[in-house]
């Protein structure tokens, strides 16, 4: 028999997700606190001191974060397991009606939804249950310490995206230049997260830099107006 190679973009949902939120995050807020904090008319020093605190403290919190919501997930993905272990034990023929039932309301004749439940169950019945009747599946099954790794490396290395900008921009025009730069960075990475995902590489792209710009541009006012204010 061939060997199967057909991939399918939505076995990379869970490590894409958090390692294009992670990047996507790390040059938004780190171009946006640059930014601000240069309308605020402070010191160039001061303004890349404020990206690499702004780069730590948000890698740090973008790992806990994740780790925090993978592992309610997953929290919850292995009480309802146990559940069905226990299910499984004490009422089979149940579970196997159930499991027949799932199939016909997606489209099988009674008789063969039976005999597929049946067959299903005995080559193993907990993955059988996970997948069709949980949802619950490789593809799909939470992993914290990944999601975890994965957003604090991301955004550690979209947030020195915008500090190596500003490490080189001209003083005369620091704030159009990390702001444009930031947002082509920006416009990359969306569209090389569509183009992975198998969506519209151009859709990607100009939303995240729609929202990056008007990001930039709220943080910008917010300091100009505080400093002027000081």
Known sequence: MP??????YATRIGWLRAAVLGANDGILSTASLVVGVAAANAVRGNVFLAGVAGLVAGAM??????????SSQSDTEKAD???ERRELKTDILTECQELAAIYVRRGLDPSIARQVAEQLMAHDALEAHARDEL???????????????????TFSVGAALPLLIALISPSAH??????????LCLGILGALAARVGGASVVVGAVRVALWGALAMAVTAAIGALFGTAV
């Open 61 to 70: 919190s973008m790992a806990a974060g994740e780790y925090v919501s993978v």
């Open 135 to 153: 949802g619950i599946s490789e593809i799909v099954i939470a992993r914290p310490l990944q999601a975890a790794l994965a957003s604090a490396v």
């Open 3 to 8: 060997k199967h190679l057909e991939q399918h």
């Open 174 to 183: 620091f704030i159009p230049v990390v702001a444009g730069g930031s947002l």
């Open 81 to 83: 397991l146990d559940r």
